[in-house]
């Protein structure tokens, strides 16, 4: 399989990560519409529109990222090794929605993002060694998830 094209990678990853975002939106949808709407919010909560916009862009780069680590060489240990990780961080990152939002357990969420949030920069750190460009590709997504990690305490906090 890895003889593919680097295009084809990408789409196949993309693709996967837009489908597991998509999967962890639909956990989401019916809890932001009834119990979300209920909870105490910081003033620097986003308005809810602006989620879905910026995961979908998240979740390409995502795949983007991933698909060039995977093109410099599957047969290689820090290939497999580096998208480990980022399998890891990927299934953290639809587990916190189910927590969150499906289960609505705000605390026990922030104790699994902060872990997200650690397996992630590995994961970078893995990444900048095979190719420095997927590491540089995954910041805006730490960036995020450090706001969703204060967003998510402070929600806890309030309520």
Known sequence: MNNLS??????????????????????????????YVTLNKPSF??????????WTLLYAMMGVAAALVWHEG???????NALLFFGIQLFLNAMWS????????????????????SVLLVCIL????IKPL???LL?????????????NGAIGWLN
Not at 10 to 34: F, P
Not at 45 to 54: D, E, G, K, L, R
Not at 74 to 80: D, I, L, M, P
């Open 98 to 117: 189910l927590l969150f939002f499906a289960w609505r357990q705000p605390a026990f969420a922030l104790v699994e993002i902060i872990i997200l949030w």
């Open 139 to 151: 910041i805006p997504y730490l960036l995020w998830v450090t706001f969703a990690s204060f967003l």
């Open 134 to 136: 997927a590491a540089y």
């Open 74 to 80: 599957w047969e290689k240990k820090a290939v497999k």
């Open 45 to 54: 909560n986003p308005p809810n529109w602006i989620f879905a916009p910026v």
């Open 126 to 129: 893995k990444f900048k060694a």
């Open 6 to 35: 680097l295009p084809i990678k990408i789409l196949i990853t993309v693709v996967l990560c837009l489908a597991i975002g998509g999967a962890s939106g639909l956990a989401t949808t019916s809890a932001i519409n009834d119990w």
